[in-house]
């Protein structure tokens, strides 16, 4: 159905200054170097290339070149926007050029000229270029991720904002693209239709969701409610238009020439399972062509691939080719159009009939052949028809020109499209539900073009006579012309309804248009016309006319004229002001929508006629204009009057005032109106076409008034409107809101003299609302009676319009009320929304505050907004935001910590961590007594730090770590010679020195990866630091240097191999688990000497642990295990299966499977694996699948120990702590058999295939028929125990008894060990309980009352001491990194007596090397427990340790005393252990109790296991910054430990930086006070807040409150300035001296105030002293925004003692502080909603009680004095409503102050009512002073008022 057109009468409008328009693309690619000219730049010589620069050869090339490419231009424009911001306010528009290869992207303003942002050159020629939008949906919130799509014949370009760049291969050709909401669509050219086998058509519309993504089919959904979908096969259906919001589509179908529109969606899964099910040949296939195709299809499998991206420089843009799919492999992919090619095959699955008419008839079939079946294509997007136009009687019609969307002046929005001279525009509207969109009617406009102006909802249309015509919607408000364009080639005739434009003679292209305008209002007078007379000297060459439309942006568009030139010019806007913006929307809002429409058109031809006002007139403009359609004369009107003389007429009016007036005129004019019979010579027409809805206009235009109220920004405008409202309510008998009005500004309405003018008939006429009351509604009445916890009636919303009033209301219900449920309340309890018919309840939207258990949101409200709140309104929630200041959680966002003033939870949001931050500094410091040069070289340079500083301030044990973990310098030899001792055995006695030596620098890898773990952040460009391993040693006292490659005495072969590997994972480590590491950057530390291939393989073990080995490519890690490196192997795959850890990766599960011959298959090859590689995959089995159980099973191994121990932690890794549950191996009776290896007996017979395998084996020991203990039990006993692990288990199997087997002395330790982890909860810290592990019979023996018959004394001592050493270890793995006193007192004396014992001089029992052995073991287990914390007692005893080079002090002991000073300062004091089962795992792999006895010993446990410490590893340490200075600080934090079966719920109190415990012992983390603000993070709700702070190098923003001191320059609190410059005690108002000021705070604007305010010169001293009191106050109770709140009082009160307050708006903000004072002083009166909130106090928190008392005082002195004065003219203003003259001002502040209610005045129709049902005035005068209640009582007597029994007297401060 079509709709009518609504024409207004032609009218004309004044449009922008016309600007030539050239694109800026064109001249940038005339020097961009194309193809061409870089041919020529190469052919030429070097000495020619300057004919190139400047001469006619570079000319000429560039005319050759340009000619053609200019054939090939495009460009288009759009409204520019901020990356990753929201829209920029200012004039922004960006150019995408398109010109042969080259695509140029052009940032350009008004205010700004154009630059080039991107420029991009492509191979081929470029068949379309567009901006897209795509969708990530891994990014915080779902964003989109801009991009610009450039199409060339074979390939898609796309390229971001980011620098990412992406090219797609096309698998067919693309005719062109489309932007949507959900990525592109791609058109496939059809002009030679592709078919099937059966003859049909394949797919024509592609989706791609993302630049990785392959492309995939739409479907589509027909009208009539069919659930079928097809794929999109009509070859005759063309895409003419597509919009992202909303995402709809226009097609137009080439056999019926009708259009449609598709509303384009996401599949569901409903179409998934149907698209998979609809025949059964839907599965993707290919056909090859026999013959060829001129247009081949090239397709691939759309799922399941993975692209790489790489991110390009400005310079090079790098390509990213998305790889193919296996399947395809075979396949040509050839794009040679002439060639065959991989094709779709059965079709049926995409074909469907078209849902505007059938499949094409004559579809053709070439001779295929059908390869075999894939997997279906799945689509990624659906189109459902929406609308199809109808068909028309004629023939058909073309394709659509120019589709584009457009709203109109009342948001009704169309899809208009061009076609021929048509310009059809279909109005669509939203469902209810908002799931859909409906379109309703056609409007056809004649043009011949048309572009849509988005900022002003209109269109502008180009006709065939070449006039341009502004439509909104399909209403045409007026025609355009642009100044400098003239009207006519000839002049103009002026004749009645016609009138000559005026035109400022200033033109440089004149362009015919002609117009015909009546004026749309009544003539003002005074009117004058201008006419010029330089059209009759302009000569014109010619008539230049405008053809075309183009490049719409904003209220900007380009004009294209027939002389090929083209012209920018802008449409005016429908206002500037802010107020004349509110009151259109209003009016938009409330009145119905034609009529709305029609007002909104008049006030725009209004506003934008030729020559019309200036900016400061618009709203004297507005108020004429809108009391003319409201029938009013404004000529007659006094104000109006004045309002017009301002305003500078334009020949519009002035011909419109020249006009006669006609009686039978349908137009508003001036003179007496038809069928008015009234004497006032002023009268009101009753038949203007907004008489009606006068009521509802002034209800909103008051509601606008009271929300500017709540703006000190625009609350200057609220005067403005004042008038207006004064007028309409005087004549709509509205006395209550007049007295509104004077009372908020009474010598401004005094001077307001005009009567009344609509008789009381006429009133009758009008639609009266019912929301339109007597009483008035008044926001600030509204908030005084929240305060006093009154029944709050709801107060009337305009949505969308009076949002301030929204928002405060919302938050008093919240904060004041305390209806927590204020914000989420489907009731109408605090706002009702207002609209044309009928009251709605209006959903709140979000709360600005919720406090304490409430989470707190912003709503949008930021602190500068706050500040334009009154300062009376806003001191409520500056209260609520300071307790939340002063009690915030932790996880609050961002924008709710920006608000509530709390910079250091701000900072927190940002996730910004030392380590990447630039602005905290990490640099060592400078007490470092290390050179430059020694930093770089021992691997440990960025260790010194003021974390570290902070942690150990008192010594310098952190730089004797270092000395003592660095291996980079020689190591200096003291050997003595002696007078009988030749030089030749001197220098071997020294060589052998330094061959003890070398042992302890081998092993100081290890330590030193643990010290300086997670410590460093690579550079990209720059290969890692690997500190040198130097095995030299220099001779005192000459320094001369000793060296091992002599050859004097005997050095072992490989002796450095596991060195320079420790080495490698040690320089590894330090990578900090957050770096930028990627698999070049890992290729590229690669070392090119092979003696350093060692290394390497240590640092890809280390990349592994921490994480980063994930990113090595598969090729890599191939490239790396084929070259036979032992070492390599072992670390890539350690490293691997670290990076994987528990992941069950199957492709890392077959890489490891493969190196161990007990997985493979019985007749698989033999590889040549070694022994050490076949180690490594059975250890890490955890991360795969379970194994078998270890068993000997190696031929001529020397190293079966090894074998079987990686079996067992292999085995309890992948049961770890399922105890007897073990799922899935029941079968396999795991505990028998593991209790067998451990105690021994017959051997089983392999299961299976695998026992002729393992039928006669050849060892070093004849075995025979028993297993070997020695070799198995090791490996068992651990397997069982953590199979076991924390489980409690009583069995008796589990309690491994110690005297079963003491034939090995490193097996004894491992049986108290394993017993004692399985039963975890009776492990205790405790001397006693250490040794009540040793059984009775070896205590009796050792301590000679029992002896055993078959055992010396020497097995009993060594049992003893390593079962002590197990226990020790034990009470390590229990206590690791809880720091517990108990735990260090019972382990240090422990080891205490083992080094007493050693170093006695008497030699022991037992043994030195058994007791070093368990010396390490405990050191070990002390280190443990300590871990991170540096104490300084163990680090005496690892430097004595150190020391310690001869005897039986080997490699393997150096190693265990290193690891354990590694682990006491793990990552610098920032990491410590954790007690998890995975942990303990990794621990027991780490620091197995058997050391290798040298350096390339690993026959009983592989060397590199030792590093997997590191997975056992986690980050505790917190460190608090100063969210000021950005530096380390002390804070006193409040730790909250749970309750526990062994100890209560405990705080404790430490000074940060510290180490916390593990996160789930405790319950909450608090910042104390009083220097700092306090924090509280409450961990029983959640963790993984504390967990990313940790994570992120543990910083903790705090923040200094003001005047205090951070620890470290004042530890005890005795320099507090707050207790130097104040006395706390002291009852009266202190101030400091302008000079203390800065002590306190740096905040600019205060130092200023001090400076200017505050000194004695600067004004009287009381102002000095109050200035100062009021400073003082707000800086050292840290609330600053409230000094422009103590200024306002006291202005207030002072020009309310000096009478000279002309208005009443700061009495009102007085009047809400003291009310606020007396509800905290009597409990905060009644509350609602059941939320109340605890008050502050008998005050305010934020103002001082002294000052509130002066201010209260000053008050009520001057509001009782003027009562005093001036009794006779508050009892005139009771009895008759009249107002004194002289005393207005002070009677309307004394009305306010006391709260005094209107004067029950007679209402509308005229009957006497009252808004109360009793006297209003009586109330409040029970509630004032008891001196003013005795007054006004005498004034009511006198006015005969009977008073009503009085309510209950409630105490109030002004009432």
């Known amino acids: 159905m079509s709709e009518v057109v609504f024409e207004e009468p032609a009218t004309m409008i004044s449009a922008g200054d016309l600007q030539s328009f050239v694109p800026f693309g064109r ?312 060639m065959a090619a991989p094709s779709f095959s059965g079709t049926s699955r995409f074909r469907g009939p078209s849902p505007i008419r059938g499949p094409s008839p004559n579809s053709t079939s070439n001779d295929t052949l059908l390869l075999p079946e894939m997997e279906p294509i799945l689509p990624d997007l659906c189109m459902d028809q929406l609308w199809a136009e109808p068909p028309g009687p004629g023939p058909h019609s073309p394709m659509a020109s120019k589709v584009f969307l457009t709203t109109d002046f009342c948001q009704n929005n169309f899809l208009c499209f061009l076609v021929e001279s048509q310009l059809r525009c279909v109005k669509f509207i939203q469902s209810n539900d908002l799931s859909r969109l409906i379109f309703t009617s056609v409007t056809t406009i004649p043009a011949t073009d048309a572009a849509p102006l988005q900022s002003i909802n209109a269109m502008l249309v180009l006709e065939a006579n070449s006039s341009l015509v502004l439509y909104t919607g399909t209403t045409r408000p007026s025609v355009t012309v642009p100044r400098q364009v003239t009207l006519l080639v000839q002049p103009c005739v002026t004749v009645s309804r016609q009138v000559t434009l005026y035109v400022q003679p200033s033109l440089t292209v004149p362009l015919p248009l002609q117009v015909v305008m009546p004026s749309p209002l009544p003539e003002p007078r005074g009117s004058t016309h201008n006419q010029g007379s330089w059209l009759e000297d302009y000569s014109f060459p010619q008539s230049p006319a405008v053809t075309a439309l183009r490049d719409a942006v904003s209220n900007r568009v380009t004009l294209e004229v027939n002389n090929g030139t083209m012209f920018r010019v802008s449409i005016p806007e429908i206002c500037t002001s802010t107020l004349v913006r509110k009151c259109l929307q209003a009016i938009r809002f409330i009145l119905p929508k034609d009529t709305a429409m029609k007002v909104l058109v008049k006030w725009y ?361 660095q291996s980079s310098r020689p190591v200096r030899v003291r050997v003595q010679q002696l007078p009988e001792v030749s030089d030749h055995d001197f220098i071997e006695e020294k060589e052998n020195k330094l061959l003890q030596l070398c042992q302890r620098t081998m092993s100081l890898p290890v330590g030193r990866g643990l010290f300086s773990l997670f410590s460093y952040q690579p550079v990209p460009t720059q290969p890692l630091p690997v500190p040198k391993l130097n095995l030299t040693g220099r001779a005192p006292p000459r320094s001369t240097m000793v060296d091992l490659s002599s050859g004097n005495i005997d050095v072992p072969a490989n002796m450095t191999a596991w060195a320079s590997f420790h080495n490698g994972v040690a320089a590894g480590l330090k990578i900090a688990p957050a770096s930028q590491v990627d698999s070049a950057w890992i290729a590229y ?256 023996h050792i301590e000679g009352t029992g002896v055993a018959e078959d055992l010396t004394l020497e097995t009993m001592s060594q049992a003893h001491d390593y079962i002590i050493a197990g226990a020790c270890l034990a009470v390590g793995f229990r206590f690791a990194g809880s720091c517990s006193a108990e735990a260090f007192k019972c382990l240090y004396s422990c080891c205490r007596s083992f080094m007493n014992t050693l170093c006695a001089s008497t030699p022991a029992v037992t043994g030195q090397y058994n007791l070093q052995t368990c010396l390490s073991m405990v050191l070990l287990a002390l280190s443990m427990v300590m871990c991170g914390s540096g104490d300084l007692k163990v680090l005496q005893v690892c430097r004595f340790l150190h020391k310690r080079t001869g005897g039986e002090m080997n490699y393997g002991f150096h190693m265990a005393h290193h690891m354990a000073l590694g682990m006491l300062f793990m990552g610098r004091g920032r990491l410590s252990l954790n007690t998890s089962n995975s942990a303990i795992a990794a621990l027991l792999c780490a620091l197995y109790p058997h050391y290798p006895a040298h350096s390339t010993d690993n026959r009983y446990h592989l060397q590199a296991l030792r590093h997997l410490v590191v997975l056992a590893v986690q980050p505790r340490l917190l460190v608090p910054v100063d969210v000021d200075t950005l530096k380390p600080c002390y804070a006193l934090l409040d730790l909250t430990y749970k309750e526990s079966p062994w100890y209560e719920e405990t705080t404790v109190e430490v000074m940060a930086p510290a180490l916390l415990p593990e996160l789930h012992l405790l319950k909450q983390v608090k910042v104390k006070g009083p220097r700092y603000w306090e924090l509280s993070i409450d961990l029983s709700k959640d963790k993984q807040h504390l967990r990313s702070i940790l994570s992120r190098d543990g910083v903790l923003y705090v923040k200094l409150r003001a005047g205090r001191l951070p620890y470290k320059e004042d530890p005890q609190g005795w320099k507090s300035l707050l207790s130097s410059k104040v006395n706390q005690h002291s009852s009266k108002l202190q101030a400091f001296k302008p000079e203390d000021i800065s002590n306190f705070t740096s905040d600019a604007a205060l130092l200023s105030f001090s400076e200017l305010f505050c000194k004695d010169s600067t004004g009287t001293r009381q102002e000095m002293r109050w200035f100062s009191s009021m400073l003082t106050e707000c800086v050292t109770q840290e609330t600053p925004e409230m000094l422009p709140t103590y ?31 007396g509800r905290a002083l009597h409990g905060g009166g009644a509350q609602q909603g059941g939320g109340a909130q605890q008050g502050a106090g008998p005050y305010s928190i934020l103002l001082s009680s002294e000052f509130l008392s002066v201010i209260h005082s000053m008050a009520d002195i001057t509001m009782e004095t003027w009562l005093r004065d001036n009794r006779c003219v508050l009892g005139s203003y009771l009895r008759k409503g009249e107002v004194s003259a002289t005393q207005n001002s002070m009677l309307a502040c004394y009305l306010v102050y006391r709260a005094l209610p209107s004067m029950p005045l007679a209402s509308v129709e005229g009957t006497h009512t009252h808004t109360h049902t009793h006297t209003p005035i009586t109330k409040c005068l029970l509630e004032t002073h008891i001196s003013t209640i005795i007054t006004l009582i005498v004034i009511c007597a006198s006015l005969s008022l009977s008073l009503p029994p009085p309510p209950p007297i409630r105490a109030s401060p002004c009432r």
């Open 27 to 338: 001249d940038h690619c005339r020097h961009h170097p194309t193809a061409f000219n870089l041919q020529l730049r190469l052919l030429q010589p070097a000495s020619e290339l300057w004919a190139l620069e400047g001469a006619a050869s570079l000319v000429g090339s560039l005319q050759e070149v340009s000619l053609h490419e200019k054939l090939q231009e495009s460009w288009q424009l759009r409204h520019g926007c901020v990356v990753g911001g929201p829209d920029e306010e200012a004039e922004f528009e960006e150019e995408l050029y398109t010109a042969g290869n080259t695509v140029v992207w052009t940032h350009g303003s008004r205010a700004e000229a154009s630059s080039v942002y991107k420029a991009f050159t492509v191979d081929t020629p470029v068949q379309q270029a567009l901006w897209c939008d795509f969708t990530v949906p891994q990014s915080k919130n779902n964003g989109s991720e801009q991009t610009v799509c450039i199409l060339e014949s074979s390939c898609l370009n796309v390229h971001s904002v980011t620098g990412k760049d992406f090219i797609s291969p096309l698998p067919f050709q693309v005719s062109h693209l489309w932007a949507t909401a959900f990525g592109l669509l791609l058109e496939r050219k059809n002009s030679d239709p592709l078919h099937s086998s059966t003859g049909e058509s394949l797919p024509t519309v592609f989706s791609m969701r993302h630049p990785l993504d392959e492309v995939a089919p739409v479907v589509w959904r027909p009208a009539g409610g069919s659930d079928r979908v097809q794929y999109v096969s009509d070859s005759s259906l063309r895409l003419v238009f597509s919009s992202a919001k909303p995402s709809i589509l226009l097609c137009f179908d080439t056999m019926q020439g009708l259009h449609s529109i598709w509303a384009l969606r996401p599949v569901t899964h409903q179409v998934h399972t149907h698209t998979q099910t609809l025949t059964p040949s839907l599965r993707l296939g290919f056909v090859v062509s026999v013959a060829g195709i001129s247009s081949p299809l090239h397709y691939t499998a759309l799922r399941g691939h993975h692209s790489r991206i790489m991110t390009s420089s400005p310079g090079a843009h790098s390509r990213v080719q998305s790889p193919s799919i296996s399947n395809m492999a075979a396949l040509s992919r050839s794009h040679t159009p002439g």
């Open 605 to 965: 031809n209004t506003y934008n006629a030729p020559g019309g006002p200036s900016a400061h007139a618009e709203w004297n403009q507005f108020v004429t204009c809108l009391l003319s359609l409201l029938g009013y004369n404004t000529e007659h009107l006094g104000w109006t009057r004045n309002l017009c003389v301002e305003v500078p007429l334009s020949p519009v009016i002035a011909a419109k005032k020249a006009r006669p007036s006609d009686g039978g005129s349908d137009e508003v004019g001036c003179g007496t109106p038809r069928g008015v019979s009234c004497s006032n010579p002023v009268c009101v027409d009753s038949s203007a076409p907004l008489f009606s809805f006068l009521p509802s206009l002034f209800h909103v235009l008051h509601l606008i008034y009271q929300d500017l109220q709540l703006d000190n920004l625009q609350r200057s405008t609220a005067l403005t409107l004042l008038p207006l409202l004064h007028q309409l309510a005087r004549d709509l008998r509205l006395d209550q809101y007049i007295d509104l009005y004077w009372r908020d500004y009474p010598e401004f309405i005094s001077n307001l003299k005009e009567s009344c003018l609509i008789d009381q008939a006429l009133i009758g006429q009008m639609v009266r609302p019912y929301y339109l009351k007597a009483e008035p509604p008044s926001v600030f009445g509204w908030f005084s009676s929240c305060l006093w916890g009154e029944e709050v009636p709801p107060f009337p919303l305009l949505p969308g319009i009076c949002e301030r009033t929204r928002l405060l209301v919302l938050s008093y219900a919240l904060y004041i009320v305390g209806d927590v449920e204020a914000t989420s309340s489907h009731l109408p309890k605090y706002l009702t929304r207002l609209s044309a018919g009928m009251c709605v309840c209006l959903r709140a939207y979000a709360c600005l505050y919720r406090f304490n258990d409430v989470s707190c949101d912003c709503s949008g409200f930021t602190l500068k907004d706050l500040e334009t709140v009154p300062f009376g309104v806003a001191l409520p929630i500056r209260e609520a935001i300071y307790r939340c200041r002063e009690q915030p959680y932790s996880d609050w966002s961002e924008e709710v910590c920006l608000l509530i003033g709390r910079q250091d939870l701000t900072k927190q949001a940002h996730k910004m961590s030392l380590a990447n931050s630039s602005v905290v500094s990490l640099e060592p410091s400078s007490s470092s007594s290390s050179t430059e040069a020694d930093e770089e070289e021992d691997g440990m340079s960025d260790i010194s730090g003021e974390v570290s500083g902070l942690i150990w301030s008192q010594d310098q044990r952190v730089e004797e770590v270092r000395r003592l973990l």
């Open 1085 to 1340: 530390n690669k070392p090119k000497s092979p003696e350093l291939a060692n290394e390497y393989a240590g640092f890809l073990m280390a990349l592994g642990l921490n994480g980063h080995l994930t990113k090595l490519a598969t090729l890599n890690i191939h490239d790396y295990l084929t070259k036979g490196h032992e070492m390599t192997s072992i670390g890539l795959l350690l490293g691997v299966s670290s990076a994987k850890l528990g992941t069950m990766d199957m492709s890392i599960t077959r890489l490891l499977s493969i190196h161990i011959p007990a997985l493979l298959p019985p007749t698989s090859t033999e590889l040549d694996v070694p022994h050490n590689v076949q180690v490594l995959p059975i250890a890490y089995m955890l991360c795969c699948v379970a194994g078998r159980p270890p068993g000997p099973e190696m031929e001529y191994c020397t190293d079966r120990e090894s074998y079987s121990l990686a079996a067992g932690l292999a085995l309890g890794m992948v049961c770890l702590g399922h105890g007897s549950s073990l799922v899935g191996m029941t079968d396999l009776n795991v505990p028998e058999q593991l209790y067998q290896y451990m105690v021994g007996g017959h051997r089983r017979a392999a299961p299976g295939c695998s026992r002729d395998r393992h039928k006669s084996p050849s060892y070093q020991i004849k075995e025979g028929d028993s297993i070997n203990v020695d070799v198995t039990s090791p490996g068992a006993t651990l397997a069982l125990a953590m199979i076991y692990l924390k489980t409690n288990n009583r069995s008796e199997r589990t309690h491994n008894h110690t005297t079963a087997t003491l034939t090995r002395s490193e097996v004894i330790p491992l049986r108290p060990l394993t017993r004692c982890i399985i039963m975890w909860d009776e492990i205790l810290p405790d001397a006693d309980w250490v040794r009540g592990n040793v059984p009775q019979i070896i205590t009796d």
């Open 1687 to 1717: 200024i306002a009082l006291e202005q207030a009160v002072r020009s309310l003692q000096s009478g000279s307050l002309g208005y009443t708006f700061p009495l009102w903000q007085v009047r809400l502080v003291l009310e606020q004072v």
